[in-house]
């Protein structure tokens, strides 16, 4: 009897700690889609309450060339916004589905980060984006996809920098990858959180960070996008301070 109740005992403890885990892991993924969905109402309404004030603004009101041509950028600024949002919300949902569809080709590294860069550059005109890309880096890839990643780091690298400090943009290679490297010199991120920042929904849990507009998709989906053209993406320490976000691919076959 003594047997038999200490193997049922036993069998009790193991089922108890087994619904314990599944009931956290429940709740933990119902707070964080609560939290998401929270994070993308604020991410959709912000962009179309901007851009309806702006043309608003300027059906109303006479002004001059300068102010209209203000209000203009800032609302293509905020239509970029908008249209980065729904392209990682679509890209998310067909992963999930297992539908993602990519196109792959050789591609001119150099040239597809130099155009991310230009794009950001009218974007952000205030900010400051270097850029030191190698030549003849090419990649077999999907170009629609992998500058998703890249711009996906770059709006990260932004939005966590302070206004005046650069964010760095590098592309090199080695015997058989090319590496892209995205430096920021924001508040960093602490060694704990490394690995979580690339879980979906996954928001940094600092002060200095939650202020900032996000929806915990971006590092999610760069990971994703990575691992689907068989490379790895690293993130570790600036030596400045900030993060280094280090992404690897193998060289197209020249």
Known sequence: YVGEGSIFFLLIIAGAVFVFRAVRRQFKQSQDQQHFMMAITHELKTPIAVSKLNLETMQKHKLDETRQQRLIQNTLQEANRLNDLCNNLLLSSQIEAGGTVSTPEEIDMASLLQKTVQDYMVRYPERIIESRLEDNVPVNGDPVLL????????????????????VRLLLGKTEKNAVVQVIDEGPGIAEAEKKKVFDKFYRLGNEATKKAKGTGLGLYLVKKIIFTHKGQINLADNPSGGSIFALSLPLSEI
């Open 147 to 166: 500058q998703m990643a890249v711009s996906n780091l770059i709006e990260n690298a932004l939005k966590y920098s302070p206004k005046e400090k650069p």
